[in-house]
Structure formats: C-alpha cells, structure tokens
C-alpha cells in the first residue's frame, strides 16, 4: 500500500465528514459559483447538461480539498490542444481546485527525452506526462509507468472522476499492454491521411487532360501508381494552374528527428511490408519488427524473420526519395516536419499522400488561399493509399495519440494532485471545448455532437473519418517496439543518408535494421526490462524468411500495377456506409 494512500483518504474522510456537517457549506457554495462561471464562460460545448457539467467540476473541488494550494509540473508538445490546456484549462482548474499547475510546452522530442531520463534516473522531473502511446512498448516494459487500471482500483479509486465513462474513449486500446491493463489515457489524437484539392480534381479540363495521358479517371488514388500519376500529371502536364506553379506532391526530407517520425509513421506498412493486424501487424509490426508468442521481440533485419530492410521497405523508401525530388517544392528537401506541415494551405499542392491532421486548422482559416470566399475547404481528407505488399486486414495509416502518463518515482501526492488535472483535461465537461478548438478528439460522444455536425462541412472529411468505424484501422506504433526513446532516433540517422541520395534504400534500412537488432539484444543483454524482454533469432539466410508465408515478404514481379481511383463523393458514401459505432 503507497505510503500516502491512508493519509489521503482519511483527509477525504474528514472532509466528507465536515461537509455532512455543515461546516463547509460556504466553501461549498463559492466552489459551485466558481463551477457555473467556468461553465458558462469556458464550457458551453459539451455533450453534457449545464447542471451535469456543474456537478462533474464540483465533483473535482471536493475530491481535490487534500491538495489545495499544492504546486504541480505536468509537461506536453506544442500542438494546438496542448497550448488550449496551458492556457485556458490549467488556470481554470486553479481557480475550482487550488491546485496550481504549470503545464510546460515543449517540442516533442524533448517529451520524449525527459521521460526516459525519469525513467532511467528515478527523479522525478515531471509530475505527469503527455506522452505518445508509440512508447507504449516502454512503459510495458521498464516497470517505472503507473499502471493506470491497477491505480484506479487502488490508490486511486477515491480520486478516479465517476463520469470519466472509459468506455466513450476511440484510442484507449493503444495505451493497453497485451494484458489488457491501461498504461496511458488518451488526451489529443490526430491521423495521417490523403490531402488532396477537391476543387482541382472537379474541372473538366483536367479530368480530361488526365484521362487522355493515363487511361483512367482523375480521383481520389487507392494505390501507390495511382497517387504516382496524379503526382506526375499535375508537377509536369498541368505546371501551372491560375499563374502560379503547381507540385503533384508534397513532403519533407530534411536530416531532423521529425524525419524519423515521416518513416516509423506507418510508411513502411503502407505500402504492405508487416503482417495484417490491428491495432499492430502480428507478427510483424509497422516497424518491422517480429515477436514470438510472448510479446518478445525477435528481430528487425530480414535474416531474424523481421522486415525493415524487406522488399517491401526498400520499395517504399525510393518512392519517398523518387517523388520527393520528382514532383515536391525544391524547398521540401530542406524542410522538417512542422515547416512542411502548412505548405499546402499556400495553395499550389495538389495532393499529399501522407499529411496529418493536426494541421486542419492551418487549412480552415479563411485568410489562406485553399478556402472559398465563404471560408468553405477547397481541399478534402480521404484514406491514403496502399502499396502493391498491402493486404486486407494491415492498418492503413497512422495514427498519433497523446496520453497522460505518470512515474512512480514522483511523490504519490503530486501524482495524484497530477491525475486529477489529467482527468480535467479529458473530462466530458471540458473535451467538447477542447476539440472544437485543437480538432484532436479523443471521445466518440463528442465526434457524434451536434457541434461537430455543424462544423463538418468545414473540416473537409475529419469529422467523418472519426465517425467511420474504419477510423481504427489507422494506429499508433504498437507493442513490438521495446524502447522507444532509444529505437526511434535509429530511424532518422539512418534515413536521412537515403533520402538525400547518399546511400540506396537497401543500404540505408540494411543498416536500421542492424542497429535495430543490436539495441535490443544491448537492451535484453543488461537485463533492464521487467517483462517482455527481446530474445533475438539467430541470423539465417535471409531468402528463408522470405520463402515462408507471411512478412518479410518476397519482392513483387510488378510493384507498379494498374493505377485505381474512385471518386471522392463514391468513397465518402462507402466510408460510411461501414456504419456507425454508436449504432
């Protein structure tokens, strides 16, 4: 039993008792004033009634009395959600709670080092992370992460918010270890999808001019040679469109850690190199990285049954390098991935294979040149495209989830001090507000409100991405990746020589997958894990692998078959023709 567990609920039981008596009645009473002027001037969007929103705060005030006056660190990335918590939701939970917070913004990449320097160090730095659940493979590992279903039924039970209702999140499965225990709980979430200029593909003259050169319809491309002719026809057949010149693609390849992220994002299993499997390809993950029964990784490299440095990845890094120099802005090369994010809101990209939705509010502010003058997207979001090694039942795209995470070397009265402003942040009062200004949701109440119905026609296909079952289709990374902090940066020192054309692909994930194998036999070798530790195969001949069914997959005779489209309207009705998860 922690330490402070009995201090702390005899603290809540005394003040239970004082409450029943009547002796906090004025604080009760300035506690519920605060409580309906935070709803009336923050939180009129909610899925919940004004008196069920004053209830949940008031629920917050009382159960926070121990803490009051406590200062607390809590730490996230700079995306738009995050700065909306610092801003607006810290200072509020304050005033309802006494708890001071400071919610520090910092980039991603220091997210990540700062966690593994908690974990690693055992001090205490932040008293609660917003962290990726692409770590989640960490945090089942090292067994310094807060088991959050354990701590809710313990230690936490008292301070666990009764309407938190799990079951409403759409990414909790990506903070869940193969047990079924939840590691990390859901904040922000956004998807990689196809971008594309809906007003473009409409004309007449282009749809013609296309279907002359390519045999086929211009439409929304459902595989790689698809995407590649649309990429091609619009940089060098059409040039220009109104005076300005136009790219059939956009992208980014400068040496950065964000290059890593373009890569270990689900591109490799794009284009069909892991095995099928949701939310993470079984055996083989969207890493390429194999495990056996146990949830043990076994390798990356083709000769230990792995698949980085397969066909199939070596195909989908040349066309990232082929389109990039091909049909990209000549400017892109240099470019990282937050520069790149809002360069088709310029107005001279006609399509992005692989562009995230945390951008959609760069593209919906009526002052940028992909708006009508209504303010109405002349662009629209569609699923991306899948590679000639994709098969039915792979993930089909990425999918990044921002989660709270804590440590059990903070002190266990600012952790919990922590998860109350954690659950703050995510609760039904507050999300709906939350989502309409970051458009990272994390509730299917929410996604289903009459808000977002409201907003759709202005969000160009994310409200009814998130309304479509086939929303989970796209994840996180998975499970399979032991560390996380120490793997990722593998990925961009090892691509960026590949994507400036210094080595080949092959040589390029040759080299990954290596470096990849040797750190986790480093890892296993020192004996840090709790469970799940890697057992590497040893080397075999990797045309063994290859011959056996299933990743890592035998190079294809055509890797370029046949472009396919469909147009976007037909693909909309199908997408949510799957139905809905709340029928």
Do not use: C
Request: aromatic share 12%; proline share 6%.
């Amino acid at each position: 039993m922690p330490k402070h567990y009995n201090k702390f609920r005899l603290t809540t039981l005394a003040a239970s008792l004082l409450l029943a008596s009547g002796a906090l009645s004025a604080q009760e009473n300035d506690a519920r004033a605060i409580a309906e002027r935070l709803v009336d001037e923050h939180f009129q969007n909610s899925t919940l009634s004004r008196e069920e929103q004053i209830e949940e705060l008031m629920w917050f005030a009382n159960t926070a009395e121990p803490f009051r006056g406590m200062d607390i660190q809590t730490v996230a990335e700079g995306l738009t959600t995050h700065v909306y918590e610092s801003e607006v939701l810290t200072e509020a939970f304050q005033e309802l709670t006494g708890i001071n917070v400071t919610h520090n913004i910092i980039g991603e990449g220091d997210v990540v080092d700062t966690m593994q320097n908690q974990m690693q160090s055992g001090n205490s730095i932040y008293d609660g992370f917003v962290n990726d659940t692409d770590s989640i493979g960490t945090h089942i590992r090292y067994g310094t992460t807060v088991n959050l279903s354990e701590a809710m039924e313990n230690e936490w039970s008292d301070y666990t918010l009764p309407t938190l209702d799990l079951d409403d999140f759409i990414g909790l499965q990506y903070g869940t270890g193969p047990d079924g225990s939840l590691f990390q709980l859901p904040t922000q979430q956004f998807a990689n999808l196809y971008w594309f200029r809906h007003d473009w593909f409409q004309r007449e003259d282009l749809q013609e001019q296309f279907r002359e050169i390519y045999g086929y319809d211009l439409g929304v491309p459902t595989n790689w040679t698809a995407y590649e002719d649309i990429a091609e026809f619009f940089s060098e057949h059409v040039g220009e469109i109104d005076g300005v010149k136009v790219y059939g693609h956009m992208d980014y390849g400068r040496r950065d850690p964000s290059l890593g992220w373009r890569f270990h994002d689900s591109w490799l299993s794009m284009a069909g190199m892991g095995s099928p499997g949701i939310p993470s390809g079984n055996p083989v993950d969207d890493w390429g990285i194999r495990v056996n029964e146990d949830s043990q990784p076994v390798g990356a490299s083709v000769s230990r049954g792995g698949a980085t440095n397969s066909p199939a990845s070596v195909f989908a890094m040349q066309k990232a390098v082929d389109w990039l120099r091909d049909f990209a802005p000549p400017e892109a090369q240099g470019m990282t991935f937050g520069e790149a994010g809002p360069v088709p809101a310029q107005g001279h990209i006609a399509q992005q294979i692989f562009w995230y939705t945390t951008f959609t509010a760069d593209m919906v502010d009526p002052a940028v040149a992909v708006t009508d003058d209504e303010g109405n997207p002349l662009w629209r979001m569609a699923p991306s495209p899948t590679g000639p090694y994709w098969e039915e039942g792979m993930k089909v795209g990425y999918q990044d989830v921002g989660a709270w995470t804590f440590f059990d070397s903070t002190p266990e009265d600012r952790r919990t001090a922590a998860w109350l402003f954690a659950q703050f942040t995510v609760a039904k009062t507050v999300s709906l507000e939350k989502l309409m200004h970051g458009l990272t949701p994390i509730r299917e109440s929410d996604i289903f409100s009459e808000q977002m119905t409201e907003m759709a026609p202005k969000l160009g296909g994310l409200v009814e991405f998130y309304r479509s079952p086939n929303e989970s289709n796209w994840t996180p990374t998975g499970t399979n990746v032991p560390d996380y902090p120490r793997m990722a940066p593998l990925w961009w020192q090892n691509l960026a020589p590949v994507m400036s054309g210094e080595v080949s692909p092959q040589e390029g994930l040759d080299k990954l997958a290596a470096e990849m194998d040797s750190t986790m036999n480093r890892l296993a070798r020192a004996n840090v894990f709790d469970s799940y530790a890697p057992v590497l195969n040893e080397e075999e001949d990797a045309q063994i692998w290859l011959d056996r069914e299933g990743a890592p997959k035998p190079k294809l005779d055509d890797e370029m078959p046949q472009g396919t489209t469909v147009p976007y309207e037909e693909m909309m009705e199908a997408w949510m023709a799957a139905g809905s998860r709340q029928e």
